[in-house]
C-alpha cells in the first residue's frame, strides 16, 4: 500500500511503499523532462509508421480529383523548396523529418503558450509624446533643411567648437547626455548637435552615404560661423560619421573625442580573432539585426514597427537588442536616464518613417567606401631602385598623411554594446590615436550623465580651462566727449586773457 506525503510547495514529495521505506516522488520539473522525452520517443517510434500509412493512403487516392488537382502545385512547391532538404541529416527520410520538425514546433508554440498565461495585471506600455516642432534649421546647397541645437557659449565667445552626430535611435537632443552648461562655460566651448537625414526634423537624403554625411557636417559649419576648425564628437554608432569626417574633410577638423566607437564589423582589415571576439559579445538579435541589414534590409521595418516605430515606450536593452553589464544596468535605471531617452527615442521617431533607420544600419555594415586604415597613411614615395636599396639598409621614417590631429578613444572595458575589442582593432590600424581604457565601465555608465568623466573628458582635450573668449569690444565715442570737455576749458582761458589784454 502506498501514502504520500507532499513537500513544501507541492512541488515534490515522498512516497512510502507497504513496507514503510521512503520513495522521492519527481518534482513538476523532471515531470516535465520526463513528458517530452516520451513525447520524443512516441514521435520517433510511430513517425515512420504514420508517414507510412499516409503514403499509402495517398497512393490508394492517386485517382481521385483532389489528388490529381494538388499534384502539379505540390510538385512546384517541392521542387522551390528543395535546397532545405540541404539542412536535414543525409540518412534520414526527408518527408520524416519534417514532420518531426513540425510537431517541435507544434508543441513549442504550445508551450509557449501556456508559459505566457499569468493572472498578474500587466502594465500597458506608455505612449511615446512628441512635441511640436521647435529647432533651429539651416538649408543645404540641395534643398535640404538640417535640424540643429547649439549648447555652450556663443559663435563670437567659443574658444573650442564641437559637432557631435548622434548615434541609431536618437537625435539632436542627445548631444553630451547631462553635460552642465556651467562646464561649457569654464571651457569656453560651443556644443553643436544636429538631426541626421530623417531623423528628428531633418529632411531625408535618399541615397545618403557616409561621404554626404561629412559634407552635411561641414555645412553645418560653415552656416553657423564655425570660422576655425572644430573637434568631432563620436559616440557609438554615430562615430561612423565623425570617422567619416577624418577621412573626407580632414583639413577642417581640429581633433576628434571617440567613446566606443563603432567599426565595420565586416571591414576585411579585421582579424579573424578580432571579429570573433566582437561578434561572440553580441546578442543573438543583435547578431541577426546585423545581418539583416547586410543581407535583407527589406526585412528590416517589420522588426522596427514592432518596436520603436510602434508609438509606444520601451527599453533600450529590448529596443536595441543590447546585452548589459552591472553599471550599465545602474545607468539605464535612473529616473533622469529615463527621462532623456523617452524624450531623445520620440525625437528621433518624429517622422514615423522607417527608412532612414533602415539606411542608417545600413551604412553600419556595408561598404563605407574608405578603411579606417586610410585615416592615417604612410606617404608612398617613388624611389628609384638605387634609393630603395639604400632604404633597406637606413631607418629612415616615412612621412604620413591623412588626418594628422589628435584622436581620443575611451573605451569601457566592460562594454558590451561596443565590446572593446573594437577599439584593438582601430587602435591597430590608426597608430596616432590614444586609448583610454575605463575599468569596469560599460557603454553608457561612463558618456551619460558623469559629471566628474565630462570634467575629466574636457581636461583631456583642451587642458586648463581658460573660459570664453572676450570679444574685441567695439569703440565708443566716449572719448570724443571728454575730449570736447577739456577743450571747452581752454577756450575760454583764451577769451578771458584776450579781454584782460584789450583792458
Known amino acids: 500500500m502506498w501514502r504520500r506525503r ?61 489528388a490529381r488537382r494538388l499534384r502539379g502545385p505540390a510538385a512546384a512547391a517541392g521542387k522551390r523548396l528543395s535546397f532545405m532538404n540541404e539542412y536535414l541529416p543525409e540518412d534520414r527520410d526527408p518527408v520524416w523529418c519534417w514532420v518531426v520538425v513540425a510537431a517541435v514546433a507544434f508543441v513549442t508554440l504550445i508551450v509557449l503558450g501556456v508559459g505566457s498565461v499569468d493572472d498578474t495585471p500587466v502594465e500597458l506600455p506608455k505612449k511615446l509624446y512628441i512635441g511640436p516642432p521647435s529647432a533651429k534649421t539651416i538649408q543645404l546647397p540641395d534643398g535640404r533643411h538640417l535640424a540643429y541645437k547649439e549648447q555652450g557659449v556663443t559663435a563670437d565667445r567659443a574658444r573650442f567648437s564641437l559637432i557631435a552626430p548622434h548615434s541609431f535611435l536618437s537625435s539632436r537632443l542627445a548631444g553630451i547626455p547631462g553635460i552642465k552648461p556651467s562646464l561649457l562655460e569654464e571651457f569656453g566651448a560651443r556644443l553643436v548637435t544636429y538631426d541626421l537625414p530623417g531623423f528628428g526634423e531633418s529632411d531625408p537624403h535618399p541615397g545618403r552615404d557616409l561621404n554626404s554625411s561629412a559634407h552635411d557636417m561641414l555645412h553645418l559649419a560653415g552656416a553657423l560661423r564655425i570660422v576655425d576648425k572644430f573637434w568631432v564628437v563620436g559616440y557609438s554608432a554615430g562615430s561612423i560619421h565623425a570617422w567619416s569626417a577624418l577621412r573626407h574633410i580632414p583639413d577642417r577638423v581640429a581633433g576628434a573625442a571617440m567613446f566606443a566607437p563603432m567599426a565595420n564589423p565586416y571591414d576585411s582589415k579585421m582579424t579573424k580573432e578580432e571579429r570573433r571576439k566582437t561578434w561572440e559579445r553580441w546578442s543573438t538579435k543583435r547578431k541577426l539585426m546585423h545581418i539583416l541589414a547586410r543581407r535583407f534590409p527589406a526585412l528590416l521595418p517589420l522588426f522596427y514597427h514592432r518596436s520603436f516605430l510602434s508609438g509606444k515606450q520601451g527599453q533600450p536593452e529590448s529596443w536595441l537588442s543590447l546585452s548589459l553589464g552591472k553599471k550599465d544596468k545602474t545607468s539605464l535605471e535612473s529616473p533622469m536616464f529615463n527621462a532623456f531617452w523617452e524624450k531623445d527615442v520620440a525625437e528621433s521617431v518624429r517622422q514615423g518613417d522607417a527608412q532612414p533607420f533602415v539606411e542608417e544600419a545600413v551604412l553600419q555594415v556595408s561598404d563605407w567606401g574608405f578603411s579606417l586604415s586610410d585615416i592615417q597613411m604612410q606617404k608612398r614615395e617613388d624611389l628609384s631602385f638605387f634609393e630603395l636599396i639604400k632604404s633597406l639598409f637606413r631607418q629612415a621614417e616615412r612621412e604620413w598623411v591623412g588626418f594628422l590631429g589628435p584622436i581620443h578613444i575611451w573605451q569601457g572595458m566592460d562594454d558590451r554594446v561596443v565590446p572593446p575589442s573594437v577599439t584593438e582593432y582601430v587602435r591597430r590600424v590608426v597608430p596616432g590615436a590614444t586609448v583610454h581604457k575605463l575599468l569596469d565601465e560599460g557603454h553608457f555608465s561612463y558618456f551619460c550623465f558623469c559629471d566628474e568623466c565630462h570634467r575629466q573628458i574636457f581636461s583631456t582635450l583642451f587642458g586648463i580651462p581658460q573660459g570664453p573668449i572676450n570679444p574685441v569690444p567695439e569703440p565708443i565715442e566716449v572719448a570724443s566727449e571728454l575730449t570736447e570737455e577739456t577743450t571747452v576749458p581752454d577756450k575760454a582761458k583764451e577769451e578771458e586773457q584776450d579781454i584782460s589784454d584789450l583792458a
Open 6 to 66: 507532499w513537500g513544501a510547495g507541492g512541488t515534490g514529495g515522498e512516497e512510502e511503499d507497504g513496507e514503510g521505506r521512503a520513495v522521492k516522488e519527481e518534482g513538476w520539473a523532471q515531470q516535465a523532462r520526463g513528458f517530452l522525452e516520451s513525447t520524443a520517443e512516441i514521435l520517433r517510434v510511430l513517425g515512420p509508421r504514420t508517414v507510412g500509412h499516409s503514403r499509402a493512403s495517398f497512393g490508394r487516392a492517386e485517382d481521385s480529383e483532389l
